[in-house]
């Protein structure tokens, strides 16, 4: 069964080209680490709730947005050595591709998929 990264984060709308471009880098890292699938969201109706919700996980502020994404890996092996490698890719390095957005801020976990349809 595979597995699978998730995450949400808060981003700027102003730098939404620039997240874009860092999320084009990273997603050909992972697919060439052996991801499946890279996928990348950004909010459009992402209402702010009550007692929890995707905007206040992240802390989101009025002139940000929510964006929420996942990778499909073959296992969590496959995952684990990837990530590995992938923080050692320059592609990576907060030089080359810094994250537009408060790192902090990223909430994200590994899943492992209990069914697919």
């Known amino acids: ?17 620039k997240y874009l471009e860092h999320a ?4 050909a890292v992972f697919k060439e680490l052996g991801a499946l699938k890279v996928v990348e969201c950004w909010g459009d109706d ?14 989101c502020q009025a002139d940000e947005s929510v964006v929420f ?3 499909t890996w073959p296992s969590k ?3 684990d050595r990837a990530m590995a490698q992938a923080m050692e890719d320059p592609r ?6 810094p ?5 902090r801020r990223l ?11």
């Not at 929890?52 to 992240?58: D, N």
């Not at 990576?92 to 591709?97: C, K, L, Q, R, W």
């Open 1 to 17: 069964m595979s597995y699978m990264d998730g995450f949400v984060a808060a981003v700027p709308t102003a730098n939404k080209a």
């Open 92 to 97: 990576m390095h907060p030089d080359v591709n």
């Open 24 to 27: 084009r880098i990273a997603a």
């Open 46 to 59: 992402v209402p702010e709730g009550k007692v929890t919700s995707f905007p206040q996980a992240v802390k």
């Open 107 to 117: 909430v994200y976990g590994g899943f492992e998929v209990l069914f697919e349809e």
């Open 69 to 71: 994404g996942w990778i």
């Open 77 to 79: 092996d496959v995952r």
């Open 99 to 103: 994250m537009p957005f408060d790192g």
